[in-house]
């Protein structure tokens, strides 16, 4: 087979060209570090170089979660811990303001303050995470959830929505908490639902009125009872005399206290009612003279603390002879005394912690998933790195024997490429 000069060098030129895309290929890949510059380098290790960037890109993206929803589980604790600290505070203003050695203006100052932990609430009840969005307002994030309006009442406009945020390919956690239940639905000590700000005002009406009205009114064995009615309806309260205690529940339409005085006589208490000339006044006798006692009154229709009682008994102890032994004595419905607010802020706290032992499982769960991730993405990364980095010591080696071969090779066509017809005459 004969080759002529024009066909060798082209061919030259050929594999030189070839050699030449060779070390520039492999210069690449040592100047970028990388062993896959293109697909085509390695298609198999391509195709999972690029399956495996998917995974890393959806770990970082679940790890961006998981801090996401720990800064925002950390700010509705530090919010829950504020809030616990507000109700601790409006506690020590109850057992304060229920002192008797307090006047009205006194209780009139602890009021004041109550008043003021309302807006405190409302402030927290409104709380914002980094990025502006409600903490409380479940899906309306952008929407303040707990509005006052021209009465002073607060009103929930969030929804019962709770945010979530996908932390694994199987798993979302809920980063916030529903504010409706949070702060208009803790369950009371008899398990009905009490608003947050409902109970602060109960609070305030309560101290303002405690100088007014007793726990419970007492007489040696002779007083004078009056009522005032503006809730007709059932009223019950426990009556003590000498033979002992029972509740007494009787439906009281109007002023009449007819009905109440023949409940009274049957029960077993040993306390006997009668009315006076007015009418309106019952007279309550214990045969021996005992203790005789009325406390836990429940009136139709009050179910919170009023700013002003509009129902009540008022009890005048009395000698035998029917003169006044000191002052008369309020009983104002049970929702109106200090000690039941004192119960329904035990209920608040216990409301309160509920939900803050519910925060630190999410939080804590978050922690461990975090340690997962990072542990994923770091492996993640080892085959990312085997598949993509670079060996440099075997590029280096590679390149070098390539360029002594190039050489050879150039240095051999030169002297090639120099014979001609009359260097074989010779």
Same mark, same amino acid.
């Given at each position: 087979?004969?080759?002529?000069?024009?066909?060798?060098?082209?061919?030259?030129?050929?594999?030189?060209?070839?050699?030449?895309?060779?070390?520039?290929?492999?210069?690449?890949?040592?100047?970028?570090?990388?062993?896959?510059?293109?697909?085509?380098?390695?298609?198999?290790?391509?195709?999972?170089?690029?399956?495996?960037?998917?995974?890393?890109?959806?770990?970082?993206?679940?790890?961006?979660?998981?801090?996401?929803?720990?800064?925002?589980?950390?700010?509705?604790?530090?919010?829950?811990?504020?809030?616990?600290?507000?109700?601790?505070?409006?506690?020590?203003?109850?057992?304060?303001?229920?002192?008797?050695?307090?006047?009205?203006?006194?209780?009139?100052?602890?009021?004041?303050?109550?008043?003021?932990?309302?807006?405190?609430?409302?402030?927290?009840?409104?709380?914002?995470?980094?990025?502006?969005?409600?903490?409380?307002?479940?899906?309306?994030?952008?929407?303040?959830?707990?509005?006052?309006?021209?009465?002073?009442?607060?009103?929930?406009?969030? $929804?019962?929505?709770?945010?979530?945020?996908?932390?694994?390919?199987?798993?979302?956690?809920?980063?916030?908490?529903?504010?409706?239940?949070?702060?208009?639905?803790?369950?009371?000590?008899?398990?009905?639902?009490?608003?947050?700000?409902?109970?602060?005002?109960?609070?305030?009406?309560?101290?303002?009125?405690?100088?007014?009205?007793?726990?419970?009114?007492?007489?040696?064995?002779?007083?004078?009872?009056?009522?005032?009615?503006?809730?007709?309806?059932?009223?019950?309260?426990?009556?003590?005399?000498?033979?002992?205690?029972?509740?007494?529940?009787?439906?009281?339409?109007?002023?009449?206290?007819?009905?109440?005085?023949?409940?009274?006589?049957?029960?077993?208490?040993?306390?006997?009612?009668?009315?006076?000339?007015?009418?309106?006044?019952?007279?309550?006798?214990?045969?021996?003279?005992?203790?005789?006692?009325?406390?836990?009154?429940?009136?139709?229709?009050? $179910?919170?603390?009023?700013?002003?009682?509009?129902?009540?008994?008022?009890?005048?102890?009395?000698?035998?002879?029917?003169?006044?032994?000191?002052?008369?004595?309020?009983?104002?419905?049970?929702?109106?005394?200090?000690?039941?607010?004192?119960?329904?802020?035990?209920?608040?706290?216990?409301?309160?912690?509920?939900?803050?032992?519910?925060?630190?499982?999410?939080?804590?769960?978050?922690?461990?998933?975090?340690?997962?991730?990072?542990?994923?993405?770091?492996?993640?990364?080892?085959?990312?790195?085997?598949?993509? $980095?670079?060996?440099?010591?075997?590029?280096?080696?590679?390149?070098?024997?390539?360029?002594?071969?190039?050489?050879?090779?150039?240095?051999?066509?030169?002297?090639?490429?120099?014979?001609?017809?009359?260097?074989?005459?010779?």
């Amino acid at each position: 087979m004969q080759i002529s000069s024009k066909l060798f060098n082209q061919q030259q030129l050929k594999q030189f060209s070839s050699t030449t895309e060779e070390l520039q290929n492999i210069q690449n890949k040592i100047a970028s570090g990388e062993n896959i510059l293109r697909a085509s380098d390695d298609p198999v290790s391509a195709v999972e170089l690029s399956a495996l960037n998917v995974v890393q890109k959806q770990i970082e993206q679940y790890e961006r979660n998981v801090n996401s929803a720990s800064d925002r589980l950390s700010g509705i604790d530090k919010n829950l811990e504020n809030l616990s600290n507000v109700m601790i505070r409006a506690q020590e203003l109850i057992i304060q303001a229920s002192s008797d050695v307090l006047g009205a203006s006194d209780r009139e100052a602890i009021a004041l303050e109550v008043d003021e932990m309302k807006e405190e609430i409302l402030n927290i009840a409104n709380a914002q995470d980094s990025n502006g969005s409600y903490l409380f307002g479940g899906y309306k994030t952008n929407n303040i959830p707990f509005v006052k309006d021209i009465a002073g009442n607060i009103n929930y406009e969030g $929804d019962r929505g709770i945010a979530s945020l996908s932390i694994s390919e199987t798993r979302v956690m809920e980063t916030t908490l529903d504010g409706g239940t949070l702060f208009q639905a803790i369950k009371g000590p008899e398990e009905q639902n009490i608003s947050i700000f409902k109970m602060l005002e109960n609070i305030s009406n309560s101290i303002r009125t405690a100088s007014s009205g007793v726990n419970a009114v007492q007489s040696k064995g002779v007083a004078e009872l009056t009522f005032e009615n503006k809730n007709p309806g059932v009223w019950s309260f426990d009556l003590t005399g000498n033979l002992g205690s029972e509740t007494i529940t009787v439906e009281i339409m109007g002023e009449d206290p007819s009905e109440l005085v023949k409940q009274i006589n049957l029960s077993s208490t040993g306390v006997q009612a009668s009315i006076e000339d007015d009418g309106k006044t019952i007279k309550l006798t214990d045969a021996v003279n005992g203790p005789l006692e009325i406390k836990n009154l429940s009136i139709y229709g009050i $179910d919170d603390a009023q700013k002003d009682p509009t129902s009540f008994f008022t009890v005048q102890p009395t000698d035998g002879s029917g003169n006044k032994i000191g002052g008369s004595q309020k009983l104002f419905d049970s929702n109106q005394l200090p000690a039941k607010q004192i119960d329904n802020i035990a209920s608040t706290q216990i409301h309160i912690s509920n939900n803050r032992g519910k925060i630190g499982a999410r939080s804590n769960s978050l922690l461990r998933q975090g340690e997962l991730l990072s542990n994923r993405r770091l492996g993640v990364e080892k085959d990312v790195s085997d598949l993509k $980095d670079a060996d440099l010591a075997t590029l280096v080696t590679n390149l070098q024997s390539m360029l002594t071969t190039m050489q050879a090779s150039q240095q051999s066509f030169v002297k090639i490429s120099q014979l001609n017809l009359f260097d074989y005459l010779r």
